[in-house]
């Protein structure tokens, strides 16, 4: 409500011939006209190791017993031999304590972005982290929370930087995030010291680039100057938006959370929906979205319960076989490949929970599996950057169906998504296939004829064209 009112106090501003809002397209889209055609419109290019990144999102007070950055800096060999290549370290800034939540408060309440959290260690720590990282070529983002701040934030030296209710109050985003303030992006001067504090971030840590807490939450017409001031930095990052939403993939962010498909997921191995839910949703939000938009594919991360406690083993095991073999960005949280099962989300967020990683003697499919998804993702173009085709089979109400493609090679990938085996017949577009599913011997496959155990997923190779 309060970025509607103020999109029409800038409006009114911007009209009068005194003002545009900071950042402002002279083609702005007037109020009074539809939505834009986002589909219409050809997404942000991005660099190839963001169109060939694997994720991983990492709470650093949960990572280590250490909980701070030199339990993760002893862990990059591990890291690097898993096959992740991106490395997405949650807020590392000091936590407010005013209104703050649970034992030790959350990460997404900063008190002063400029600043690390000292149970977090130094900034030389931090430089020896991102070097490190660098040497085994694994890139490093941090979030950056920019819609709200603690309410014990150095910035409140700056109350007009800050929404305020009709009593001249400063409000929350909404009234269940009591613990932060809201930012008020009609002040020109917050835009310019958020702006200035990414480019510090960047340049003085070599960093390669961010993820932006709630992104849909600050203007577009503050991200996209702040992309290219960002670019003369340095070019070559990514900027992950937390959000769901075309607007902010044509200029500003490279990828952004594909919430609708993670919902439907949900809905499907929990609530019973068909399987075939899972490519309406795909195909909907594609007619949305620019052409060549990114976006990050989870079954797991802070906001959420852990997929293993939600879905259970071979189910959670099964929603990461599909998100890595779709197109997009795909992600891991913090202990995840291990099958850890300490809670995320609220009130994890505000405790102490290291992960169990001595869960991977308990659940040794885990790390196995996600080894053998990366690495078959990296040994595939059509699986990193290929177009996806949706393929009928003869049961989709449980049995999900797709081909991956690119200019040298065709994938079909078969996910059972239901606790009974299947055997049935699935198109294929036609050829010969082989069968390339990790930890299975290759043989020539079967197809179009197609059997699968609970939970299974398989995936063929073509090699031999219709």
């Known amino acids: 409500m309060y970025a509607l009112l103020r999109r029409f106090a800038w409006a009114a501003l911007a009209g009068s011939g005194l003002l545009a809002p900071p950042g402002a397209a002279a083609d702005a889209t007037p109020l009074d006209s539809p939505p834009r055609d986002y589909s219409q419109l050809a997404a942000r290019s991005s660099p190839a190791w963001v169109h060939d990144g694997v994720i991983y999102e990492i709470f650093p007070r949960a990572f280590s017993e250490r909980g701070d950055f030199r339990g993760v800096t002893a862990q990059l060999d591990r890291l690097q031999q898993l096959g992740v290549n991106i490395l997405w370290l949650m807020p590392i800034h000091p936590m407010g304590k005013l209104k703050s939540k649970g034992t030790l408060g959350s990460p997404y309440a900063v008190r002063d972005y400029y600043g690390i959290d000292p149970a977090y260690g130094t900034t030389d720590d931090l430089h020896r982290l991102v070097s490190e990282a660098h040497k085994r070529n694994l890139k490093v983002i941090i979030d950056i929370v920019a819609n709200h701040t603690a309410w014990d934030s150095v910035m409140m030296a700056h109350p007009d930087w800050y929404t305020h209710d009709a009593g001249g109050h400063i409000i929350p985003p909404n009234p269940d995030w009591t613990d932060v303030a809201d930012l008020n ?120 319960r852990r997929a293993i406690a939600r879905f259970g083993e071979p189910a959670a095991l099964a929603a990461s076989a599909l998100m890595f073999t779709l197109d997009g960005v795909p992600m891991l949280y913090n202990g995840m490949e291990v099958g850890d099962t300490a809670e995320s989300a609220a009130p994890a967020l505000f405790e102490k929970l290291p992960v169990f990683w001595q869960s991977a003697e308990l659940r040794p499919s885990f790390p196995r599996t996600f080894q053998q998804l990366i690495a078959l993702r990296q040994a595939h173009a059509a699986l990193r950057a290929g177009d996806v085709q949706w393929l009928h089979n003869s049961d989709e109400g449980r049995v999900l169906t797709f081909g991956r493609h690119s200019d040298a090679e065709s994938i079909v990938v078969a996910i059972n998504l239901s606790p009974q085996p299947f055997v049935g017949v699935t198109d294929t577009g036609g050829g010969r296939y082989r069968d390339i599913t990790p930890g299975r011997a290759p043989n020539e496959a079967s197809l179009p004829a197609l059997s699968l155990g609970a939970w299974e997923y398989r995936v063929f190779f073509r090699t031999q064209a219709p």
């Open 185 to 304: 992006y009609d002040n020109v001067g917050l835009r310019r010291y958020m702006q200035d504090m990414l480019v510090h971030w960047l340049k003085d840590f070599d960093l390669d680039g961010f993820r932006c807490d709630f992104a849909a939450g600050v203007p577009t017409d503050f991200w996209e100057p702040v992309r290219d001031a960002l670019a003369k930095a340095k070019p070559d990052i990514v900027m992950l938006a937390e959000a769901d939403s075309p607007e902010l993939l044509v200029k500003a962010f490279d990828a952004d959370y594909a919430w609708k498909l993670y919902g439907t997921l949900a809905d499907v191995l929990q609530n019973g929906r068909p399987a075939s839910s899972l490519r309406d949703t795909w195909l909907a939000e594609a007619a949305q979205y620019p052409h060549g938009a990114l976006r990050m594919r989870f079954a797991d991360n802070h906001d959420q």
